[in-house]
């Protein structure tokens, strides 16, 4: 399968606790995104790389969200003191270098994280 | 404050209708918009626009853009139950270009 793949595609932990969810990307893909997304909404925007360069943070990533992409290939993604709202799909995709703006973003199959 | 908006927000119809779902847009310099099919799953991709009035077609699946009105369609014909999904819109601007902007999506359920 030469898809994004992510893992764990479930994840269910107690408030409090850190978790740290994994992507890796389409080979040549040098941009790589992470979204998360809620029942009946869109996905939101999280953090984006391009190789191991992190260009963009949204202001939704808290300071208990930290993205990492060490050697611009596989990207982590760690959720420290979990809270009851960080429960969502968190999805990760990449895409090609193309002319920005004018390639599409291919998506993982998510991990569902729960917080008790 | 740029935004996608998608319509309507649910549908429901019988299998070999023809349903449009509606996306419109107000954001600052625009650069494509794109459709995706999410299921259960991850979203897949299924077209780009950047031109107004070119019909892009896969299937019975086609979409076309209205860069005037700032607003596209997605037209299904014949559906089948394997279309019930839920179809999202999302928007690349100039000042986003690594990051799409999405709309919520539309509820497609498609009865036997």
């Known amino acids: 399968d030469t898809g994004v793949s992510q893992d764990p595609r479930h994840k269910i932990t107690k408030r409090g606790q850190n978790v740290t969810f994994r992507c890796d990307p389409i080979s040549e893909h040098n941009r790589l995104y992470w979204y998360r997304q809620t029942l009946g909404q869109g996905p939101e925007f999280l953090t984006y790389?391009?190789?191991?360069?992190?260009?963009?943070k949204s202001r939704l990533l808290s300071d208990r969200f930290s993205a990492e992409r060490p050697k611009g290939s596989f990207s982590t993604l760690e959720i420290q003191r979990t809270e009851q709202g960080d429960s969502a799909m968190y999805l990760c995709?990449?895409?090609?270098?193309?002319?920005?703006?004018?390639?599409?973003?291919?998506f993982g199959p998510g991990t569902r994280l729960t917080v008790l | 404050e740029d935004k996608v908006v998608q319509s309507p927000l649910s549908l429901v119809v019988h299998e070999g209708d023809t349903v449009t779902l509606n996306c419109s847009y107000e954001?600052?310099?625009?650069?494509?918009l794109l459709w995706y099919k999410q299921e259960k799953k991850a979203p897949t991709f299924l077209f780009m626009l950047?031109?107004s009035g070119i019909e892009k077609k896969s299937g019975r699946l086609s979409s076309i853009l209205d860069k005037k009105e700032l607003f596209s369609i997605l037209n299904i014909t014949a559906t089948q139950t394997g279309d019930s999904a839920v179809y999202l819109c999302a928007v690349h601007t100039q000042y986003s270009n690594y990051q799409l902007i999405w709309g919520a999506g539309t509820k497609l359920i498609i009865k036997p």
């Open positions: 950047t031109s």
């Open positions: 995709a990449s895409s090609t270098p193309g002319l920005a703006g004018l390639n599409e973003q291919f």
């Open positions: 790389f391009q190789n191991e360069a992190q260009l963009e």
């Open positions: 954001v600052t310099n625009f650069r494509s």
